[in-house]
Protein backbone atom coordinates (compact mmCIF):
# COMPACT_ATOMS: atom_id res chain seq x y z
CA UNK A 1 0.00 0.00 0.00
CA UNK A 2 0.95 3.47 -1.04
CA UNK A 3 1.96 5.37 2.14
CA UNK A 4 2.51 9.41 3.31
CA UNK A 5 5.84 8.63 2.94
CA UNK A 6 5.94 7.76 -0.80
CA UNK A 7 3.76 10.45 -1.99
CA UNK A 8 5.26 14.14 -2.09
CA UNK A 9 3.66 17.34 -0.97
CA UNK A 10 2.72 18.28 -3.97
CA UNK A 11 0.35 14.66 -4.38
CA UNK A 12 2.78 12.70 -6.61
CA UNK A 13 3.65 9.02 -5.81
CA UNK A 14 7.47 8.62 -5.54
CA UNK A 15 7.52 6.96 -9.03
CA UNK A 16 5.85 10.27 -10.20
CA UNK A 17 8.42 12.60 -8.84
CA UNK A 18 11.08 10.79 -10.14
CA UNK A 19 9.57 10.46 -13.99
CA UNK A 20 9.06 14.06 -13.61
CA UNK A 21 12.52 14.78 -12.49
CA UNK A 22 14.24 12.33 -15.56
CA UNK A 23 11.87 14.54 -18.29
CA UNK A 24 13.62 18.11 -16.58
CA UNK A 25 17.41 16.76 -16.72
CA UNK A 26 16.82 15.11 -20.08
CA UNK A 27 15.45 18.38 -21.43
CA UNK A 28 17.94 20.49 -19.68
CA UNK A 29 20.90 17.95 -21.01
CA UNK A 30 19.04 18.72 -24.59
CA UNK A 31 19.30 22.36 -24.51
CA UNK A 32 22.79 22.56 -23.04
CA UNK A 33 24.06 20.35 -26.19
CA UNK A 34 22.62 22.68 -28.07
CA UNK A 35 23.77 26.02 -26.51
CA UNK A 36 27.39 24.05 -26.87
CA UNK A 37 27.12 23.74 -30.66
CA UNK A 38 25.83 26.74 -31.21
CA UNK A 39 28.83 28.26 -29.33
CA UNK A 40 30.74 25.53 -31.26
CA UNK A 41 32.78 24.51 -28.30
CA UNK A 42 33.77 22.02 -26.69
CA UNK A 43 32.11 20.20 -23.30
CA UNK A 44 35.61 20.80 -21.64
CA UNK A 45 35.78 24.06 -22.84
CA UNK A 46 32.23 24.60 -21.27
CA UNK A 47 33.40 23.57 -17.97
CA UNK A 48 36.90 25.21 -17.89
CA UNK A 49 34.66 29.14 -18.71
CA UNK A 50 32.00 27.36 -16.09
CA UNK A 51 35.05 26.53 -13.41
CA UNK A 52 33.07 22.82 -13.31
CA UNK A 53 34.28 20.15 -13.96
CA UNK A 54 34.08 18.52 -17.33
CA UNK A 55 32.28 15.01 -15.99
CA UNK A 56 29.80 17.30 -14.18
CA UNK A 57 28.95 18.70 -17.95
CA UNK A 58 28.89 15.44 -19.52
CA UNK A 59 26.59 14.03 -16.50
CA UNK A 60 24.19 17.06 -17.53
CA UNK A 61 24.24 16.45 -21.09
CA UNK A 62 23.49 12.67 -20.67
CA UNK A 63 19.83 13.38 -18.47
CA UNK A 64 22.04 12.18 -15.53
CA UNK A 65 21.62 14.81 -12.97
CA UNK A 66 20.26 18.88 -12.33
CA UNK A 67 22.93 22.11 -12.09
CA UNK A 68 22.51 23.95 -8.67
CA UNK A 69 21.48 27.27 -9.09
CA UNK A 70 25.09 28.89 -8.94
CA UNK A 71 26.26 26.49 -11.32
CA UNK A 72 23.24 27.47 -13.77
CA UNK A 73 24.08 30.69 -13.64
CA UNK A 74 28.10 29.73 -14.25
CA UNK A 75 26.92 27.36 -17.49
CA UNK A 76 24.68 30.35 -18.50
CA UNK A 77 27.33 32.84 -18.20
CA UNK A 78 29.82 30.59 -19.71
CA UNK A 79 27.55 30.18 -22.93
CA UNK A 80 26.64 34.01 -22.74
CA UNK A 81 22.74 33.20 -22.34
CA UNK A 82 20.27 33.48 -19.49
CA UNK A 83 20.09 31.03 -17.09
CA UNK A 84 16.30 30.52 -18.05
CA UNK A 85 16.91 29.68 -21.73
CA UNK A 86 19.08 26.53 -20.07
CA UNK A 87 16.29 25.83 -17.50
CA UNK A 88 12.95 27.78 -17.44
CA UNK A 89 11.64 28.75 -14.15
CA UNK A 90 8.23 26.17 -14.52
CA UNK A 91 10.73 23.51 -16.03
CA UNK A 92 9.56 21.04 -13.57
CA UNK A 93 5.60 22.29 -13.90
CA UNK A 94 6.06 21.86 -18.24
CA UNK A 95 7.37 18.65 -17.51
CA UNK A 96 4.54 17.30 -14.99
CA UNK A 97 1.68 18.74 -17.67
CA UNK A 98 3.23 16.46 -20.62
CA UNK A 99 0.82 13.71 -21.02
CA UNK A 100 2.59 10.54 -20.63
CA UNK A 101 1.19 6.87 -20.98
CA UNK A 102 0.68 5.81 -17.77
CA UNK A 103 2.77 2.82 -16.75
CA UNK A 104 1.62 -0.15 -15.00
CA UNK A 105 4.65 -1.03 -12.38
CA UNK A 106 4.87 -4.22 -10.40
CA UNK A 107 7.41 -6.55 -9.07
CA UNK A 108 7.16 -9.66 -7.53
CA UNK A 109 10.45 -10.91 -5.57
CA UNK A 110 10.33 -14.40 -4.33
CA UNK A 111 11.75 -14.31 -0.04
CA UNK A 112 11.81 -16.95 1.66
CA UNK A 113 9.62 -19.21 3.85
CA UNK A 114 7.16 -19.14 0.51
CA UNK A 115 6.68 -16.04 0.72
CA UNK A 116 6.95 -12.74 -1.66
CA UNK A 117 7.23 -8.88 -1.79
CA UNK A 118 5.02 -7.18 -4.13
CA UNK A 119 5.71 -4.31 -5.32
CA UNK A 120 2.82 -2.21 -6.75
CA UNK A 121 2.21 1.58 -9.03
CA UNK A 122 -1.06 1.62 -10.73
CA UNK A 123 -3.64 3.64 -10.79
CA UNK A 124 -6.91 1.56 -10.52
CA UNK A 125 -10.73 1.75 -9.30
CA UNK A 126 -11.28 2.77 -5.53
CA UNK A 127 -13.04 -0.22 -5.43
CA UNK A 128 -10.06 -2.65 -6.65
CA UNK A 129 -7.81 -0.66 -4.28
CA UNK A 130 -9.68 -1.26 -1.47
CA UNK A 131 -9.74 -5.01 -2.69
CA UNK A 132 -6.44 -5.28 -2.82
CA UNK A 133 -5.86 -3.30 0.55
CA UNK A 134 -8.19 -6.29 1.89
CA UNK A 135 -6.44 -9.02 0.41
CA UNK A 136 -3.39 -7.88 1.92
CA UNK A 137 -4.76 -7.55 5.22
CA UNK A 138 -5.98 -10.62 5.08
CA UNK A 139 -2.72 -12.14 4.60
CA UNK A 140 -0.97 -10.21 7.12
CA UNK A 141 -3.70 -11.54 9.69
CA UNK A 142 -3.21 -15.52 8.60
CA UNK A 143 0.27 -15.85 7.78
CA UNK A 144 2.19 -14.18 11.24
Do not use: C, H, W
Not at 2 to 7: C, E, L, R, T, V
Not at 59 to 78: D, F, I, S
Request: charged content about 30%; aromatic content about 4%.
Amino acid sequence: MISSKDIDANGLTRAQAEEIESKVKDAFGRRLYAAILKKGITQAETARRAGIGRYNVNNYLQGRALPTPLTLQKLAEALDMKPSDLMPENAFEQAAAEKTPPKDVYSISSLAGGKARVQLDKVVRMSTALKIGQLIDDEAGSSD
